[in-house]
Nanobody, 121 residues
Framework: QLVESGGGLVQAGGSLRLSCEASGRTDDHYTMGWFRQAPGRDREYVASSGWSAAFTDYADSVRGRFTLSRYITNHTMYLQMNNLKPEDTAVYYC????????????????WGRGTQVTVSS
């Protein structure tokens, strides 16, 4: 089970930190990632991490502004989002999978319910 938190309303240029807490079969969570979905748009890749938390990958649209951190021992993952823009407005989802390419949604077999992030201009 994956549970996201930390979403909210923020002005452009502001920051938020999203959290994802994992429970259950966490040994299967080799790859973990963040995706987002804005109204009327497809789900979009944001960032991911392999089992070695030192490896992270980002979508071009967020690289340099967002930072993913993952703590294997307590089964948590965070997404620090800085310099937020109105186009970052979306529901953000945490996902976990047993391996594969982190930027591809089919890599993941567990998804959270999402947390809303709204950035006002």
């Amino acid at each position: 089970q994956l549970v996201e938190s930390g979403g909210g309303l923020v002005q452009a240029g502001g920051s938020l930190r999203l959290s994802c807490e994992a429970s259950g079969r966490t040994d299967d969570h080799y790859t973990m990632g963040w995706f987002r979905q804005a109204p009327g748009r497809d789900r979009e890749y944001v960032a991911s991490s392999g089992w070695s938390a030192a490896f992270t990958d980002y979508a071009d649209s967020v690289r340099g502004r967002f930072t993913l951190s993952r703590y294997i021992t307590n089964h948590t993952m965070y997404l620090q989002m800085n310099n937020l823009k109105p186009e970052d407005t979306a529901v953000y989802y945490c996902a976990a999978g047993q391996g594969g390419y982190g930027h591809i949604a089919t890599t993941y077999d567990s998804w959270g319910r999402g947390t809303q992030v709204t950035v006002s201009s």
